[in-house]
């Protein structure tokens, strides 16, 4: 008598599945639109912040993308292993690339922005994105302003090296943190590695990408 | 009408101490110890999970009959995904920099065994008003128990709470604290802290039957 | 090459699932009383951190590029699935091997490591080769942190613990101790 209530037939577990999952879909939509427009700022936001840091001057960027053997202007929406980062001043001077880095750190990979002037082939500035170093310590390479301010003019003519503090003698070494020397060798081996990928791949001294008007930025409010 | 709210006020009660989902039920161990580094990831986790706990038992309390038992736990967990969903892009909006301090662990929140627990053990078989209190329960003892141990690793760690600096500039923070290891050892002893009360309290409960029954014995002879 | 070789050490070691990131505890402080079971759940567990990697690439590249809002819930409901469809085929086909490994599979499903594992190798981005080194240091390192723990308290069962401590506060002392000791494989592949 009741095996009917008891084993519902599988037409009523679908359907309620399907109900359920139509529900969900639409809330999910819903919170996803809903919180697109600031989710998309915020990060834009933040990228903003990071290149004006590393590149000292600069109040305007737009992003350049490696694709067929050349650097092209985009003007997308997120962020990609292929992209560097152009600098400009008020009134639409080029400043420098930001130029993207990441590799393994002490404990996990580090990601990080640095600032590059090509004329003088020089690192302007550095900024650590993302890492999971010892706190105390291996976050020295964000928090001790010592560190991040050597690579405020840092020639990088040959590849950086880290050495021990108070050694320092080229021009293309900085000092490490003391007790934190393996996350100092890190974030230089990530900006060679990154320099090394780079370098070719940037357009000779004289033709630096143009400002553009009409940026994402602009692009962004007017939608 | 007394007698109902008396049960639902200890449905609520009983998850805070007595039930406590983490320190006698032993629930919800992952987000517990990876995000309570500090007190303020605490909160927000705590947050996020009264707001998930909460939303799908008063779901899943008010459709009870209409859900069937053969798909019951994956209803469940289409239930809470979606309150963690709407959860995760919520935060990634308005608070952006714990978001991302917290990062995969706020998805992780489906995963919590105390949430989908809840679901099957309770918010499935009583009415909206208990399992809600229930939830609110749970999840407030779910919070008390992440803010204390990111309150602890906060303050032996970096000698500070919510940011503010305690001690001054001559503690030195005791870093493992705040690396996995103080997760794994400061909960161990907070568990052996909540050991030994019971067992106090079971102790004295103990004793106090005793001198009853001496008393009774007394009264009797006498 | 170097990254893969630095991917699986690092989820091996240095970023062990239960010891760092306190992914998957709940077979870890339930199921290690025994070191045979916890070889076998390890074991298991590895098979399905790969599946999930796998499933969780093909979902990533062909369709949450065009929804990423349904990450999460497609994460659980595909993987869940795969698992379960698995589970009903090694029953069919091999017995034997349903009966040392197959009976874990369900209880893994709903582990916090397999969902952790999706996400962590989605946010990082992940290619396939990369997901799938991933998956499976992750499941060794799950593995070698169950074995070692069931070792320890296996002997910690003829020792004379205070009744007060034993169970979950114990195991969690002994966790404490063990991440401490894999703290120390941290600046492995840096140090050049």
């Not at chain 2, 009959?65 to 994956?74: A, E, M, N, Y």
């Amino acid at each position: 008598m009741s095996d009917s209530i008891q084993e519902p037939g599988s037409r009523r577990l679908i359907m309620s599945m399907a109900i359920a999952g139509f529900i969900s879909g639409f809330i999910i939509i819903a919170i996803y639109l809903l919180t697109f427009d600031t989710i998309k700022e915020n990060k834009a936001r933040e990228l903003q912040q990071a290149v004006f840091k590393v590149l000292p001057g600069a109040t305007k960027m737009q992003k350049l993308h490696y694709e067929n053997n050349q650097l092209v202007l985009v003007h997308i929406d997120g962020v990609d292993d292929e992209m560097i980062f152009a600098g400009y001043d008020e009134k639409g001077q080029f400043i420098g690339y930001a130029i993207q880095g990441a590799g393994p750190g002490f404990q996990d990979t580090i990601s990080l922005l640095f600032g590059y002037l090509s004329t003088e082939k020089m690192v302007i500035g550095m900024e650590i994105l993302d890492s999971r170093e010892t706190p105390g310590l291996g976050d020295k390479i964000f928090k001790d302003m010592d560190f991040v301010n050597e690579f405020k003019g840092l020639s990088i003519k040959s590849d950086l090296k880290a050495v021990k503090k108070g050694k320092k003698i080229k021009e293309t070494e900085i000092d490490a943190i003391t007790g934190a020397t393996i996350s100092s060798k890190a974030v230089v081996k990530i900006i060679n590695k990154a320099y090394k990928k780079w370098s070719p791949q940037i357009p000779p001294v004289g033709n630096e990408p143009a400002w553009v008007e009409n940026n994402t930025a602009q692009k962004t409010e007017s939608q | 009408m007394m007698a109902t709210d008396n049960i639902a006020y200890e449905e609520m009660i009983k998850g805070i101490w007595r039930d406590n989902p983490v320190f006698v039920q032993v629930l919800g161990m992952c987000p517990m110890l990876a995000v309570t580094n500090s007190a303020i990831n605490a909160v927000v986790m705590g947050v996020a999970t009264f707001f998930v706990l909460v939303g799908s038992s008063f779901l899943v309390s008010a459709f009870k009959q209409w859900i069937p038992k053969q798909v019951r736990i994956s209803l469940y967990i289409i239930i809470i995904a979606t309150f963690v969903t709407v959860v995760d892009y919520s935060l990634l909006a308005m608070l952006p920099a714990i978001h991302k301090e917290l990062g995969a662990f706020i998805p992780l929140i489906v995963a919590n065994c105390m949430i989908l627990g809840r679901q099957e053990a309770f918010a499935s078989k009583n009415t909206v008003k208990f399992a809600v209190m229930d939830a609110v329960g749970m999840s407030a003892g779910f919070m008390i128990a992440l803010f204390s141990l990111g309150a602890v690793r906060e303050i032996l760690g970096v000698g500070a709470l919510f940011g503010f600096d305690l001690f001054g500039p001559d503690f030195e923070p005791w870093v493992i604290m705040i690396l996995p290891p103080g997760g794994f050892l400061t909960l161990g002893l907070l568990l052996l802290f909540f050991n030994w009360m019971t067992e106090k309290r079971k102790q004295f409960l103990i004793q106090l039957a005793e001198v009853d029954n001496e008393t009774i014995k007394v009264k009797a002879n006498g | 090459m170097d990254n893969l070789i630095w991917i699986f050490i690092s989820t091996l070691l240095v970023n062990n699932f239960v010891l760092a990131y306190f992914l998957g505890l709940c077979p870890f402080l339930g199921v290690s009383g025994q070191l045979a079971t916890s070889f076998r759940l390890g074991l298991a567990t590895t098979f399905v951190l790969f599946i999930t990697a796998l499933c969780a690439w093909i979902l990533n590249t062909y369709v949450l590029i065009y929804a990423p809002y349904l990450r999460l819930i497609s994460f659980i409901v595909v993987i869940a699935s795969t698992v379960q469809f698995i589970e009903m085929s090694i029953k069919k086909l091999s017995p034997a091997l349903f009966k040392s490994l197959g009976i874990f599979l369900p209880l893994i499903t709903t582990n916090c490591a397999i969902l952790g594992l999706a996400i962590f190798a989605t946010n990082r981005g992940y290619g396939l080769l990369e997901g799938l080194t991933f998956a499976l240091g992750a499941g060794a390192g799950f593995t070698l942190a169950m074995v070692l723990m069931a070792g320890i308290r296996e002997e910690t069962e003829i020792t004379d613990v205070p009744v007060l401590i034993r169970g979950t506060a114990f195991n969690l002392i002994i966790a404490g101790i063990l991440s401490m000791a894999f703290m120390g494989f941290a600046g492995l592949f840096s140090s050049t």
